[in-house]
């Protein structure tokens, strides 16, 4: 999403993708069609900088290396527009596509404004019965994506939210440790909500904006409100512990986590890499490998040693697979 920073005390707005934004110092009117107007700044003229944001492509709401293009256009003010020190006053100026961050001057205004790309990436858990379904995320893709709002069935580098019914899963905890927060799919209608244009009163020369183009951070849905409610967690955490910590990225640093199979390691391969940590799948021979074969084998890795416990066992080894790690939890 597009966020153009600015006002004393600062205040972050969102661009909508389609629309075109228009910056100067005086209030609407039929001859002047500013729709944000930047007061008491004499050295600015009354039009100053047009804002042009370009519709999102079909199907890049699923692509996160797409955006939509912004252009900035200096209709020829008088003391002229800088955008990362280049002065652009009478002309377009493109947005470069690998930058994301912009600094703008407005004419001889000294403190400067600031446009950027805030990704927006909702990684969803998608439940089992429902990984073959290719279109379970349609419903959610068709409300996020004209608003360059990215809807991905998978954790992926830079995801800001885990999409989930539970707290307790796999892409979660890449979640937690990668920095976004978990919530429910009501998120996603909570967004939306804030992206409803406000209605204006009868013969108004207003333009109707929806409450995050008047201020996205204080309209922009807390992810905290909508964090799915305990369930079968091993421990009841409040809350409050599943905000983001940058200090999870290296929680598993040292660490090395000992699984009986490959896939149960591959489903949690994701979060304990991005935590810095190790694994390991031992080769098992099951009703006849000894606990201390196992044993034996742990303490070669060292003291910091995670043994994961099986969740599939034949009907037939539960017994043994019971008697077996207690044996090993007791040396």
């Known amino acids: 999403m597009w ?5 004393d005390p600062e205040k972050r707005i969102w661009l909508r993708p389609g629309e075109r934004y228009v910056f100067g110092r005086v209030r609407p009117s039929n001859t ?10 004499r050295m600015l003229s009354r039009t100053h900088l047009i804002v042009n944001v370009s519709p ?31 002065e652009i006053r009478g002309k377009e100026f493109p947005l470069a596509d690998n930058k994301n961050s912009f600094t703008i001057v407005l004419g001889k205004m000294t403190k400067p404004y600031r446009l950027q790309w805030v990704p927006i990436i909702l990684s969803f858990n998608i439940p089992s019965k429902e990984r073959n379904n290719k279109f379970f995320l349609a419903p959610f893709r068709n409300k996020l994506e004209q608003f360059d709002i990215k809807t ?8 800001t939210h885990v999409v989930a019914t539970k707290r307790n899963t796999p892409i979660g905890l890449q979640g937690l440790i990668c920095g976004a927060h978990i919530v429910t ?13 406000l209605p204006i009163p009868e013969n108004s020369l207003e333009i109707p904006r929806c409450p995050l183009e008047i201020d996205f951070d204080d309209f922009f849905p807390d992810p905290m409100e909508y964090l799915p409610p305990p369930a079968n967690e ?6 409050e512990m599943y905000r983001p910590d940058p200090k999870r990225r290296r929680m598993f640093e040292g660490w090395t986590f000992m699984f009986f199979g490959e896939r149960q390691c591959r489903a949690l391969l994701g979060p304990i890499v991005d935590g810095h940590g190790k694994t390991e799948v ?19 890795r060292g003291r910091d040693v995670a043994l994961i416990r ?4 034949p009907e037939e080894l539960k017994d043994w697979t019971e008697e077996f790690i207690a044996e090993v939890e007791s040396m």
């Open 234 to 239: 091993p421990t009841n955490l409040p809350a």
């Open 3 to 7: 966020i153009f920073s600015c006002g």
């Open 32 to 41: 002047d069609p500013v729709n944000i107007e930047i007061p008491a700044e």
């Open 152 to 159: 991905i069935p998978v954790w992926v580098p830079g995801s």
């Open 310 to 313: 099986p969740i599939s066992i």
């Open 185 to 197: 799919s009501d998120y996603v209608d909570a967004i939306v909500a804030q992206t409803k244009r």
């Open 56 to 86: 999102v492509g079909e199907g890049d709401g699923i692509n996160i290396k797409r955006r939509s293009k912004v252009t900035l256009q200096d209709p020829g003010s008088k003391h002229g527009t800088r955008v990362d020190g280049v």
């Open 282 to 300: 031992y080769d098992m021979t099951w009703g006849k490998t000894t606990p201390q074969e196992f044993v034996s084998h742990v303490r070669q």
